[in-house]
């Protein structure tokens, strides 16, 4: 059995919150492998400028392999960082992937409400954009639920998805 739960989302705030208190709930270790590389690397525009982006991305897929070895973690993590290298297989070996889904009328207030000068960016709040990684991430993960960010009882919500998965998976050994 997997002993982690990876999260994944669109929305990276959004993400982090739950992930903290899912968390505590659960008595997991919390890491968040970008925060991780930022206190281990301190300056990583400096990294990239002086070593270059494949020195980076070398470095996060080390630091990615290394927290993928880690037992009783909830990891969350940008897709940049998820999609770079073998990051993806590292984590899938020792995790479970749990995608926080939201629609992207909720997904689009959460970015704005996180940083009202994203509606510049159009990339961003595209559509089509959203519903691509939405798909890739459905199909990447072991389990999906369905977010508001408003619902009162996501944590419970988000351990009865887990129960589930835990229970069918038994089921079929």
């Given at each position: 059995m997997k002993s982690n739960l990876t999260l994944i989302a669109l929305n990276l705030g959004f993400k982090k919150n739950i992930a903290k208190k899912l968390?505590?709930?659960?008595?997991m270790f919390y890491v968040d492998v970008n925060e991780f590389i930022k206190y281990d690397v301190i300056d990583i525009n400096s990294?990239?400028?002086?070593?270059g982006i494949e020195y980076y991305n070398k470095l996060e897929t080390k630091t990615v392999s290394t927290i993928s070895s880690y037992e009783n973690s909830l990891i969350?993590?940008?897709l940049n960082t998820l999609f770079c290298n073998d990051n993806f297989k590292f984590l899938?070996?020792?995790?479970?992937?749990?995608?926080?889904?939201?629609?992207?009328?909720?997904?689009?207030a959460e970015l704005l409400k996180e940083r009202?000068?994203?509606?510049?960016?159009?990339?961003?709040?595209?559509?089509k954009?959203?519903?691509?990684?939405?798909?890739?991430?459905?199909?990447?993960?072991?389990?999906?639920?369905?977010?508001?960010?408003?619902?009162k009882n996501l944590i419970t919500k988000i351990i009865k998805?887990?129960?589930k998965y835990y229970k069918d998976v038994l089921w079929k050994v």
């Open positions: 968390a505590d709930v659960l008595g990294i990239i400028k002086t070593a969350t993590l940008d899938k070996q020792s995790s479970i992937f749990i995608y926080l889904r939201l629609k992207y009328a909720n997904f689009k009202p000068k994203s509606a510049k960016y159009e990339k961003l709040l595209n559509e954009v959203f519903s691509e990684r939405d798909k890739i991430l459905k199909s990447l993960s072991d389990i999906v639920v369905d977010v508001n960010p408003s619902d998805s887990i129960k």
